[in-house]
C-alpha cells in the first residue's frame, strides 16, 4: 500500500462518528435516512388509519385531531422528500460511489464532507424536536404555503412552523456543501486516462443532480428567511395586508420544487441504468444520448414550476406558455426510458433482486409519467388540482424514485458496501411484498382524485357525495395495502441486519460488473486503492480469464450481444 494510504489505528468516534472517510459518511447519510423514513411510514400509517375508519383511536398513536392530521401529512411529505430521498440517494450513494467509481482515494474536501453531514443530522435533530413542542409538529403543508405558514392568527403551531423552517434551511445548507465536494471531486480527482465521456452514468446523474439543486435552491432559501421573519417578527413579506403576496412564496417554492423533482430523480435513473447494463450484459444503450437527455431536462426544469400554479390566478395565457413547457420537458423523460428498453432488447437478463427492482422502477415510474399528462394541462388541471388524483400522480413518480430507487442500489452495491451477500430468496419476497400492496395503495386514489377526494380533509363523514360506501371501501384497501406494503418492510430490515453480520462472503465483483469500484476488496478499505488505476481502452469483453473485472467506458462500441449469452 503506498505511503499515503499509511494511517494510525483510530477509535470508534473517530472510525465512525467524526469520520471523514467518503464511505463512512455515507452510511451516516444512509443509516440517518432510513431513520427518518421509519417515522415518515408511521406518520402515513396513522392518517390512513383515519382516512378508512375516521375517528378511531388508532393504535400506537391514539385519537388522531385535525390539528394532528394535517402535522402528520405535512411531516410525512417533508420527511420522505428532504429527510430520506436526497440523502439517500444522493448523499449515501454518491458519497460511497464517487471516489470508488473515479479511482479516487477520498473526496477532494473530506473535511467539509463531515460537515455537510453534521449539518444534516442538526436538522434532524431539529424536526424531530418540534414535533414536541406545544401544538406539535407545523402542519401547513410541506410546501408551507402563507398564509396557513406566515400568519400567526391562521398558524395553529406558532413554535412548530419556525423550527420546520430552520430545520429545513439547515438541511439545504447540509447539501450545498455536500454538492460542492461532489461536483470538484468528480471534476478534478479522476484516475488517469478517464476522460468526460468515461464516467459511469450514475456519477453524471449524482452531479448533474447537485447542480440543479444549488442553481435552484438560493430564491427558495431567501424566502425561508422571510418567512421566518414573519413568522418571529411580524414582516409582511407574504401579507397583502403589509403590501406583501403570498403568491410569491409559491413561485419561490416551485421555482426551487420543481427542479427538485429531478433533483432526486436523476440518481434514481443513474441507479438503474448501470444495474440494467450488467444483468442485460449488454453495453449502456445511448450513452451519450442519455447525456445530453439529462442536460436538457435539467435546462428545462427551470421554466415548468408555475404549471403548479394554474389555479392561482396566473395570467392565463402563461398558463398556456407553462403548458407547452411542461409537454416538452416530457420528451427528454420519455427518451431516457425509451433508451433503457433498448437496453433490454435482444439482451440475456438475469432477473437476480437489483435487477427486479430496477424493470419496477420502469413499470412503476412510466405510470406517474403519463397520469403527469393529465395535470399538465391547463383545463385538466383545474378540476383535479388538490385532489387524490394528484396524491396518487406524485406518489407514482416519488416511491419509484425514493424507495424503488434505493431497494434497487442497496441490494445491487451491498455485497460492496458490507462485504456480504444479501439472502436472494428474501430479497424477491421484500420486491413482491411491496410491489404489489404500492399499486393496491395509489390505484385506489386515482378513482377517489376522480371523483372530487380534496387533500388536507382528515375525514369525509361530513361530506355525504364522498362518504358512499364504494367510495369508503377504496380507503379502505389503501389502508389495508399499505400496512401490508409497511409490514414487508421488516423483512428487508431482517434481511439486511442478518446478511451483514452472517451473509455469504462476497466476491470482489460478483455481478461481472465493469466500473471501477469492483476492483478493490468487500468492503474497500480505507483508501480504496493499493495502487491508483489507470483506464485503459481495451477491447469490449464481459470477462477475462486472468482477471477479476476489466473496465471499459460505457460508451465504447461493443460485441454482438448474442456471443455474450449464456
Given amino acids: 500500500m503506498s505511503e499515503a494510504h499509511t494511517h494510525h489505528e483510530m477509535s470508534f468516534w473517530e472510525k465512525y462518528v467524526f469520520s471523514t472517510d467518503h464511505k463512512i459518511i455515507g452510511f451516516q447519510y444512509m443509516f440517518t435516512g432510513l431513520f427518518m423514513a421509519l417515522i415518515g411510514g408511521f406518520f402515513v400509517y396513522v392518517f390512513r388509519m383515519q382516512l378508512a375508519f375516521p375517528g378511531i383511536d388508532v393504535p400506537g398513536f391514539g385519537h388522531v385531531s385535525e390539528l394532528a392530521y394535517n402535522s402528520l401529512v405535512t411531516n410525512h411529505g417533508t420527511i420522505m422528500i428532504f429527510w430520506f430521498a436526497m440523502p439517500v440517494l444522493i448523499a449515501a450513494f454518491g458519497n460511497f460511489l464517487i471516489p470508488l467509481m473515479i479511482g479516487a482515494d477520498d473526496m477532494v474536501f473530506p473535511r ?193 414550476w408555475a404549471h403548479h400554479q394554474f389555479i392561482a390566478g396566473i395570467d392565463p395565457r402563461m398558463a398556456n406558455l407553462f403548458t407547452v413547457t411542461t409537454l416538452i420537458i416530457s420528451v427528454p423523460i420519455a427518451e431516457l426510458c425509451f433508451v433503457y428498453i433498448a437496453t433490454l432488447y435482444g439482451a440475456s437478463i438475469t432477473f437476480s433482486t437489483p435487477m427486479l427492482w430496477a424493470l419496477a422502477f420502469m413499470a412503476e415510474f412510466l405510470i406517474g409519467g403519463v397520469t403527469g399528462i393529465f395535470l399538465g394541462a391547463s383545463g385538466l388541471d383545474v378540476y383535479y388540482h388538490d385532489t387524490y388524483f394528484v396524491v396518487a400522480h406524485f406518489h407514482y413518480t416519488f416511491v419509484p424514485i425514493a424507495i424503488i430507487g434505493f431497494y434497487a442500489g442497496i441490494t445491487y452495491w451491498f455485497p460492496k458496501m458490507f462485504g456480504r451477500m444479501l439472502n436472494e430468496y428474501w430479497g424477491k419476497v421484500h420486491f413482491w411484498g411491496t410491489i404489489i400492496p404500492f399499486n393496491f395503495i395509489f390505484i385506489p386514489l386515482f378513482i377517489l382524485g376522480a371523483a372530487g377526494q380534496h387533500r388536507r380533509i382528515s375525514g369525509y363523514v361530513h361530506f355525504p357525495d364522498l362518504y358512499t360506501q364504494d367510495l369508503q371501501n377504496l380507503r379502505i384497501i389503501a389502508t389495508v395495502s399499505l400496512i401490508a406494503m409497511l409490514a414487508f418492510q421488516v423483512v428487508f430490515i431482517v434481511n439486511m441486519v442478518y446478511s451483514w453480520f452472517r451473509g455469504k462472503k462476497a466476491e470482489i465483483n460478483p455481478w461481472k460488473a465493469n466500473t471501477l469500484e469492483w476492483t478493490v476488496p468487500s468492503p474497500p478499505p480505507h483508501g480504496n486503492f493499493a495502487e491508483f488505476p489507470t483506464v485503459y481502452r481495451g477491447p469490449y469483453e464481459y470477462s477475462h480469464p486472468d482477471r477479476e473485472v476489466d473496465y471499459w467506458p460505457q460508451n465504447e462500441p461493443g460485441p454482438d450481444p448474442a456471443k455474450s449469452r449464456k
Avoid at 450514475?202 to 442553481?215: D, G, N, P, T
Wanted: proline share 6%; charged share 5%.
Fill in 112 to 304: 467539509i464532507n463531515r460537515l455537510s453531514y453534521q449539518i444534516f443530522l442538526l436538522s434532524a435533530l431539529v424536526l424531530i424536536a418540534s414535533f414536541f413542542v406545544p401544538n406539535g409538529g407545523f402542519g401547513g403543508s410541506w410546501t408551507a404555503y402563507p398564509p396557513l405558514s406566515a400568519e400567526a392568527q391562521y398558524n395553529a403551531t406558532p413554535l412548530g412552523a419556525p423550527m420546520w423552517v430552520i430545520a429545513v434551511g439547515l438541511e439545504f445548507v447540509a447539501f450545498l456543501l455536500g454538492g460542492i465536494n461532489f461536483i470538484t471531486t468528480l471534476m478534478n480527482a479522476r484516475a488517469p486516462g478517464m476522460k468526460m465521456y468515461d464516467i459511469p452514468i450514475v456519477l453524471w446523474m449524482i452531479v448533474i443532480a447537485s447542480i440543479l439543486f444549488m442553481c435552484s435552491v438560493g430564491p427558495l432559501l431567501a424566502g425561508a428567511i422571510m418567512l421566518l421573519f414573519d413568522q418571529l417578527i411580524g414582516t409582511g413579506f407574504y401579507n397583502p395586508a403589509h403590501g406583501g403576496d403570498p403568491l410569491l412564496w409559491q413561485h419561490l417554492f416551485w421555482f426551487f420544487g420543481h427542479p427538485e423533482v429531478y433533483v432526486v430523480l436523476l440518481p434514481a435513473m443513474g441507479i438503474v441504468a448501470e444495474i440494467m447494463a450488467v444483468f442485460a450484459r449488454k453495453k449502456l444503450f445511448g450513452y451519450k444520448t442519455i447525456l445530453y437527455s439529462v442536460f436538457a431536462t435539467g435546462i428545462l426544469s427551470f421554466v415548468v
